[in-house]
């Protein structure tokens, strides 16, 4: 089994749609990070987590939410969804190595 | 801030030709680098990392040395495969703050028989 996994893995929505993107790992690592990448563009930060009671913006989280339910889990969530906001997204976790490691990712389509 | 440059692709090359991606980095303090591969369909795997100056990190045939005085990460093989094709990324860890990876904006590679 992965040890980060991703639902769903591809979504498509239209503009104002809710949508929630769920994360879940089983490395046991407290940090937790949700990017998103676009062609050209390489990957960007959206959230981070340290633990259950830390929650950052990162450099690109308007639009976007997050919630810690628990150490092993970290969804993100589009309020309301515009088409800006087709991307691919990552989740990944990190310990207290300098790695990260990445699920597999979603791929979002707003129309 | 931090920021990683890394060669335009999409690069294409003959099975076991020689590859070289190149990548640069301005970051303060003593980051950790890394070069991520991302296979068709797939996340990001890490390919190999370098935590200090002069560490080279290797796997799989690749290679790349973390060069302060040029600010350099350098991707490099001897012999590509089929199987290598894939977009690269270049990235940094700063040692500080969220910890976040700062990426490059990926190259593609594609070896062709």
């Known amino acids: 089994d992965a040890d980060v996994t991703q639902t769903p893995r591809n979504r498509i929505t239209k503009t104002g749609k809710r949508i929630m993107l769920e994360c879940s790992q089983t490395?046991?690592?407290?940090?937790m990070y949700w990017y998103r990448q676009d062609p050209g563009l390489g990957l960007r930060l959206i959230y981070y987590s340290f633990d259950v009671k830390d929650i950052n913006k990162g450099e690109i989280s308007d639009g976007y939410s997050v919630s810690r339910q628990a150490q092993a889990k970290f969804s993100l969530s589009l309020e309301s969804a515009i088409p800006n906001q087709t991307a691919l997204y990552f989740c990944a976790t990190k310990s207290t190595g300098p790695e990260q490691f990445f699920g597999p990712g979603t791929r979002l389509t707003v129309l | 801030g931090n920021s990683v440059t890394q060669m335009e692709g999409p690069v294409t090359l003959s099975e076991e030709a020689f590859l070289t991606i190149n990548c640069t980095y301005t970051?303060?303090?003593?980051?950790?680098l890394f070069w991520y591969v991302q296979y068709p369909g797939e996340g990001l795997q890490l390919l190999l990392k370098a935590t200090k100056a002069d560490d080279k990190g290797s796997n799989k045939g690749f290679e790349a040395t973390y060069r302060k005085e040029t600010t350099s990460f350098h991707l490099e093989k001897g012999s590509v495969q089929v199987s290598d094709s894939a977009v690269y990324f270049c990235a940094l860890s700063s040692t500080f703050g969220n910890e976040k990876l700062t990426f490059g904006t990926g190259t593609r590679l594609t070896i062709i028989p």
């Open positions: 490395k046991g690592h407290d940090r």
């Open positions: 970051a303060t303090g003593y980051p950790s």
